[in-house]
């Protein structure tokens, strides 16, 4: 079988990304039951590669290895010959020889790609500055788990047109709904991912107007990592896109807020929105354990129908 990646949401087919969620759903239905007593991943190991700092990206992916019988290896770039300048492409083909598969969380996007032409090993991305497809999966579980089929239905992001709103961009594609876009001027997403989407997705600029009979809201920090001495400049630029709990009361009755934390209370969420019932991230944050194993089963053993 011809190497897989998953650098992007269009890497899979939208059937098997259909697959992707129900054997996650499989996989974390069978944990609660049974426990962690299916192990496919004996003697196999996943590097992970991390240029930008993590909390669930890290802890999701190890125990994902764990769980399955495998082995991960935290690698930072102080621990790899990349922080001392080492082509990319030459560490590819170093870790192509030693381990199973590669997950990279890091800044450039173009970098990750040239990693993975070079890999002969299946390549994941954890995180880049332009896409953060794992976290899709996760959120696309959530939904299905909490609402059904997702097909048609109608989401709406608000905030930054950053990695996280391109992956959404993405999945309306991929996953076959409508997506609402709502930024701010000057903060929209990149213009030929959002041309690419055809009329799946609308570009709004009103939070108010945006939000109205919408099934989900989702939305990410005004500044996202590297982008800390903006601070202030986008509190000022967001000012009206905080997502609070009256503006999930103009949503359809149905409606689930998402977020792919860490969340910032009191900016780009109320102080309370966490807490109520529509809310629900940490089922969300949950599912990137489960998400990712169904994805990691799938580049390194194929499709295992349940």
């Not at 019988?69 to 300048?85: E, I, K, N, V």
């Not at 800044?107 to 953060?132: C, M, Q, R």
């Not at 048609?152 to 996280?164: F, L, P």
Request: aromatic share 8%; hydrophobic share 40%; with cysteine.
């Amino acid at each position: 079988m011809a190497t897989r990646h998953f650098l992007t949401l269009l890497d899979l087919t939208p059937e098997e990304l259909a697959y992707l969620i129900r054997r996650a759903i499989s996989i974390k239905n069978g944990l609660k039951t049974q426990g962690p007593t299916y192990t496919p991943f004996t003697n196999r190991t996943l590097a992970m590669i991390f240029e930008k700092s993590s909390t669930r990206t890290r802890v999701s992916f190890e125990t994902a290895m764990a769980q399955f019988g495998g082995h991960a290896l935290f690698l930072s770039p102080r621990d790899t010959q990349l922080g001392r300048g080492e082509p990319i492409e030459d560490t590819a083909r170093v870790l192509s020889e030693m381990v199973d598969a590669v997950m990279i969380r890091t800044f450039s996007h173009a970098g990750l790609e040239a990693f993975a032409k070079a890999s002969t090993v299946p390549v994941i991305n954890a995180l880049t500055d332009d896409y953060h497809p794992c976290q899709l999966l996760a959120d696309v579980m959530t939904w299905t788990e909490r609402r059904g089929a997702v097909k048609g239905k109608t989401s709406v992001w608000i905030g930054d047109g950053n990695n996280m709103c391109h992956s959404w961009i993405n999945a309306a594609r991929q996953f076959d709904f409508q997506l609402r876009v709502c930024c701010p001027e000057g903060y929209d997403p990149d213009p030929e991912i959002l041309s690419a989407a055809g009329d799946r997705v609308t570009l709004l600029r009103d939070p108010q107007e945006a939000v109205v009979d919408a099934h989900l809201i989702t939305t990410d920090v005004w500044a996202s990592m590297g982008q800390e001495e903006e601070q202030g400049e986008r509190e000022r630029a967001f000012t009206g896109f905080q997502v609070t709990e009256a503006m999930l009361d103009k949503a359809a009755e149905e409606v689930i807020f998402l977020h792919c934390l860490p969340a910032h209370r009191g900016e780009e969420i109320s102080e309370t929105l966490l807490d109520d019932p529509r809310a629900v991230v940490w089922q969300e944050a949950g599912n990137r354990l489960h998400a990712q194993k169904a994805l990691l089963e799938f580049l390194m053993l194929g499709r295992v129908e349940s």
